[in-house]
């Protein structure tokens, strides 16, 4: 596993922005399937946004049009920019990197949308 640290302003009121940031802290070699998933408390973590590593980029219906990941310029970091958030857009936030040898996941963003 290659450890992967989140940041980015964790309280926004609803209709605001903001961006989460995903950096891994060692060189993830190979293919890398780059991703961004959610959970609240008492259900399932769910996938937000996938980016392929051909460029390739899904997202959960809930946030399509308002959410963009992208890779950036920074090797190994992916990146959510959210906007037109929703109170029900609050959760812990994860990063997810994947590659055919490893999969690492971040410690979790909590993020709180507020009305």
């Known amino acids: 596993q290659v450890p992967l640290v989140e940041s980015g302003v964790g309280l926004v009121q609803a209709g605001g922005s903001l961006t989460l940031s995903c950096a891994a802290s060692?060189?993830?070699?190979?293919?890398?399937?780059r991703g961004w998933y959610r959970q609240v408390p008492g259900k399932q973590r769910v996938l937000v946004a996938r980016?392929?590593?051909?460029?390739?980029?899904s997202y959960a219906d809930s946030v399509k049009v308002r959410f963009t990941i992208s890779g950036g310029n920074v090797p190994s970091s992916v990146f959510l920019q959210m906007d037109s958030l929703k109170p029900e857009d609050t959760a812990v936030y994860y990063c997810?990197?994947?590659?055919?040898?490893?999969?690492?996941w971040g410690r979790g963003k909590q993020v709180t949308i507020f009305s």
């Open positions: 997810n990197f994947m590659t055919l040898a490893i999969e690492s």
């Open positions: 060692a060189v993830i070699f190979g293919p890398v399937t």
């Open positions: 980016l392929v590593s051909d460029g390739t980029s």
